[in-house]
């Protein structure tokens, strides 16, 4: 339920050996403009200039004030307020897939890549990319867990 909420695991962002932006759709890319969802592209941490994590990894670190046990009522109160997925429960994840693959476009929006060098790309991120990627978390997180409760409800009522 986690994967599917996480706009990385969803969307990927193909580039060429210049980090140009390539859509591999149109025909014009090769196996070479994968980043496989963000794993070969490695953070620079612009305050530091100092290589962070890929950028997937990035994305999949939850901070401990948000892993279980530590989940307070007002979090639980944001994810009753999630609304019921329409349709049947078979076509749900189908829609939260897309709904996710336009929180991926958002992920890689802003983000000027460098070069291909050794089949992984740079990319800095500023303290406001940092900022706008942990309210998506935490909205992500959200909707998995209210999500999940749906289904189990639909699944056992």
């Known amino acids: 339920m986690g ?8 969307g990927a ?15 014009r890319s090769d196996a070479a403009a994968d980043t496989a969802g963000g794993n070969a592209i490695v953070t620079m941490l612009a305050a530091t200039n100092q290589r962070g994590a ?12 948000w892993r279980a046990g530590h989940v307070g009522p007002a979090w639980i109160a944001q994810a009753r ?29 802003g ?3 460098g070069e291909e060098h050794g089949g992984e790309w740079a990319v800095s991120l500023s303290c406001g990319y940092y900022d706008r990627m942990t309210l998506a978390k935490k909205r992500q997180l959200t909707l998995a867990g209210a999500r999940l409760a749906q289904l189990l409800q639909a699944l056992w009522p």
Not at 81 to 104: D, F
């Open 111 to 113: 983000l000027a890549f």
């Open 54 to 65: 890929n950028l997937h990894s990035t994305w999949d670190a939850i901070p401990l004030a």
């Open 81 to 109: 307020k999630v609304p019921r997925t329409h349709g049947s429960p078979p076509a749900w994840p189908a829609a939260w897939a897309t709904e996710t693959l336009a929180r991926a476009r958002e992920a890689y929006s």
């Open 13 to 27: 962002v193909y580039l060429d050996a210049h980090g140009a932006r390539v859509d591999p759709d149109a025909g």
């Open 3 to 10: 994967d599917i909420h996480q706009p990385l695991h969803v």
